[in-house]
């Protein structure tokens, strides 16, 4: 190839490209030595030198590569390498669509590609890389298809420039459209112009009108303090945040944010805008247009609202429920124990009815044995108290025999208020409140008596001797949320609360309260059936009780009796009537043969 000795003036041939083909061993390629190549490869060669623009020839079916300086540029880090290598073997990434290449010319046809995208690597990265494409077939001395002619002009700068340009006319577009809506709807509130580089704001009518500018502002030199000081004060400082960031970076200008009328009342805005910016890419212009969107914000507010009290109310309702079913779960199990209890303490009465019974026999049998007479009384005694116990379990259980009359609790204070006064102690301060028209409860009273003595009695023990105690009984409406899952009625009911200032009881010492025999106090200091009693009786007259205990606070255990509308019962008893034993005959009816024995 003597020409690429003399440039001849052309620079391609003169240049590194033809230093490197000249130097290239080719004999290791289906090419051949240099000096063995056709006239047809030479002047394909001497052509694509010449040319400023990027080209490669692939030459053979393999396509050897040999390429100008425009090319090697385009190459990158490939270059030197691809020179001499096989298409496929240089651009592996591509090889499918080469060989499509290679296949097509050689074939005598010719490709051609627009702004064609193509995934390269380039320093290991792989980058969309768009290509203007050109391939011809090269006539070999023959005049066969002996190799192709590409020409590749990279585009991606341009296309990438393109698409940018097509989003900003896309979204300034899109701005003109939201502004004719805004007009058309009349929602437009103003526009303004910040001039950055003089530091002066400049705005229309609309926008003086709604920033509550004192007349005879001058349009094209508004107080930006003024402006700034009826934004809503929770507001300023997002606003400022936004307006620097659409300066320092270029991005769009949208907020939404609160300005202050002339009522004192505040109107939402969305004002939307952008920075504009010199051949330097200084900042120096920013426009913008004010919207109301009050309506809108109103409507989402109500609905973020209406959100947030149905939220309340179901999570309200799941906490009731879940209480509630914690209410069936406790009742159950206390009826589980009580009829247990029952059924032992109705047996137990059976067994002390027959030691009883024997033992009343034994005395008349042996009346003048004063040794006998002294073990029937003690056995007697101890028979006493079991059937005091019986009494209790039978009382949780509902099934103790009760005599309901009509009282007021304010009858009932006044009969107890000795009976407390000494069974409490001078040392504690007792309170007793009543009103004076208090309502009528059907109740037995004296377990109602009994159960207000056992809880006075609790909270003296839980005082240590100091503190106080609050008996209060108070006319009371119940409703239908309160009452559900209580085993009780919405209605009237008269609620009689104990309350001690003592050291009051942990939640799981609280929720066992109203089982029998647990208890806290020390071995032989309680059967643990007080509490236990209570509970039965207050269910059994068709009432409900509450407890509530915190450590250090002390404890309030409140009953509530379903109030009637009888008269009270008379309370005076009845002229005394002696009547005479005789020689009657006594029937007793009873299923235990021991118990009729006795």
């Known amino acids: 190839m003597q020409f690429l000795a003399d440039s001849h003036g052309c620079a391609g041939w003169n240049g590194e490209m033809a230093g490197r083909i000249r130097a290239f061993d080719w004999s290791l390629t289906e090419l051949g030595?240099?000096?063995?190549?056709?006239?047809?490869?030479?002047?394909?060669?001497?052509?694509?030198?010449?040319?400023?623009?990027?080209?490669?020839?692939?030459?053979g079916q393999s396509g050897y590569m040999i390429y100008n300086d425009a090319y090697s540029k385009f190459a990158g880090g490939r270059h030197p390498y691809l020179l001499g290598s096989a298409v496929e073997l240089g651009w592996p990434e591509v090889a499918e669509f080469n060989r499509n290449v290679v296949?097509?010319?050689?074939?005598?046809?010719?490709?051609?590609?627009?702004?064609?995208?193509?995934?390269?690597?380039?320093?290991?990265?792989?980058?969309?890389?768009?290509?203007?494409?050109?391939?011809?077939?090269?006539?070999?001395?023959?005049?066969?298809?002996?190799?192709?002619?590409?020409?590749?002009?990279?585009?991606?700068e341009r296309v990438i420039s393109e698409r940018r340009r097509q989003a900003a006319e896309d979204a300034y577009r899109a701005d003109n459209e939201r502004v004719r809506l805004a007009l058309n709807a009349g929602a437009l509130l103003g526009s303004f112009v910040w001039n950055i580089k003089t530091n002066v704001l400049?705005?229309?009518?609309?926008?003086?009108?709604?920033?509550?500018?004192?007349?005879?502002?001058?349009?094209?030199?508004?107080?930006?303090?003024?402006?700034?000081?009826?934004?809503h004060p929770d507001d300023r400082g997002w606003v400022q945040e936004r307006v620097t960031l659409s300066v320092e970076t270029g991005e769009p200008y949208n907020v939404e944010y609160r300005i202050q009328r002339p009522d004192g009342s505040y109107l939402w805005v969305l004002a939307s805008g952008?920075?504009?910016?010199?051949?330097?890419?200084?900042?120096?212009?920013?426009?913008?247009?004010?919207?109301?969107?009050?309506?809108?914000?109103?409507?989402?507010?109500?609905?973020?609202?209406?959100?947030?009290?149905?939220?309340?109310?179901?999570?309200?309702?799941?906490e009731a429920r879940l209480a509630a079913e914690e209410q069936l779960r406790q009742s159950q199990k206390l009826e589980a124990i009580g009829g247990l209890t029952g059924g032992v303490a109705h047996d137990f009465n059976n067994l002390l009815q027959?030691?009883?019974?024997n033992l009343h026999l034994l005395a008349r049998h042996e009346p003048d044995n004063p040794n006998v007479q002294r073990r029937?009384?003690?056995?007697?005694?101890?028979?006493?108290?079991?059937?005091?116990?019986?009494?209790?379990?039978?009382?949780?259980?509902?099934?103790?025999?009760?005599?309901?009359?009509?009282?007021?609790?304010?009858?009932?204070?006044?009969?107890?208020?000795?009976?407390?006064?000494?069974?409490?102690?001078?040392?504690?301060?007792?309170?007793?409140?009543?009103?004076?028209?208090?309502?009528n409860v059907f109740v037995d009273r004296n377990q109602l008596e009994n159960a207000i003595l056992n809880l006075a009695i609790n909270a003296r023990d839980a005082l240590?001797?100091?503190?106080?105690?609050?008996?209060?009984?108070?006319?009371?409406?119940?409703?239908?949320?309160?009452?559900?899952?209580k085993g009780i009625s919405a209605g009237d009911y008269v609620r009689v609360s104990v309350?001690?200032?003592?050291?009051?009881?942990?939640?799981?010492?609280?929720?066992?309260?109203?089982?029998?025999?647990?208890?806290?106090?020390?071995?032989?200091?309680?059967?643990?059936?007080?509490?236990?009693?209570?509970?039965?009786?207050?269910?059994?007259?068709?009432?409900?009780?509450?407890?509530?205990?915190?450590?250090?606070?002390?404890?309030?255990?409140?009953?509530?009796?379903p109030r009637t509308l009888r008269a009270a019962s008379s309370e005076a008893p009845g002229p005394g009537v002696s009547q005479r034993g005789g020689h009657e005959r006594i029937l007793v009816v009873e299923d235990n043969e021991a118990v009729r024995v006795s």
């Open 103 to 156: 296949d097509t010319c050689l074939a005598g046809g010719t490709l051609s590609y627009r702004n064609k995208v193509l995934v390269l690597l380039r320093d290991g990265v792989p980058e969309d890389v768009w290509l203007d494409l050109y391939y011809s077939p090269v006539a070999d001395d023959d005049g066969r298809p002996g190799g192709v002619m590409a020409m590749v002009v990279e585009t991606t």
């Open 202 to 231: 400049s705005g229309d009518e609309r926008f003086v009108r709604t920033f509550s500018y004192p007349p005879g502002q001058d349009l094209q030199d508004l107080s930006q303090e003024i402006a700034e000081s009826r934004i």
């Open 499 to 561: 309350t001690d200032t003592g050291v009051g009881m942990p939640p799981q010492v609280l929720a066992q309260a109203f089982e029998p025999f647990f208890t806290t106090k020390a071995d032989g200091q309680g059967t643990g059936l007080g509490l236990s009693m209570v509970f039965g009786f207050v269910k059994q007259s068709g009432g409900h009780i509450e407890i509530a205990s915190d450590v250090g606070q002390g404890t309030r255990v409140q009953l509530y009796f």
């Open 354 to 357: 027959v030691i009883a019974g």
């Open 33 to 59: 030595p240099l000096d063995s190549w056709s006239k047809s490869l030479n002047s394909a060669v001497r052509l694509m030198l010449a040319s400023p623009l990027p080209m490669v020839m692939l030459w």
């Open 376 to 439: 029937v009384s003690a056995s007697i005694a101890a028979v006493e108290r079991g059937a005091k116990l019986s009494s209790q379990l039978l009382a949780f259980a509902r099934r103790q025999p009760l005599s309901p009359a009509v009282f007021t609790l304010r009858q009932i204070f006044d009969g107890l208020a000795e009976l407390l006064l000494r069974a409490l102690g001078e040392t504690l301060q007792v309170q007793m409140t009543a009103p004076e028209d208090s309502w």
């Open 464 to 485: 240590q001797g100091e503190g106080r105690i609050d008996l209060c009984a108070e006319n009371i409406v119940l409703g239908h949320q309160f009452c559900a899952g």
């Open 274 to 318: 952008c920075c504009e910016f010199d051949e330097q890419g200084e900042a120096f212009r920013f426009p913008g247009v004010l919207i109301d969107i009050h309506e809108r914000k109103t409507a989402e507010e109500s609905l973020l609202k209406f959100t947030r009290n149905l939220e309340q109310r179901v999570a309200e309702e799941v």
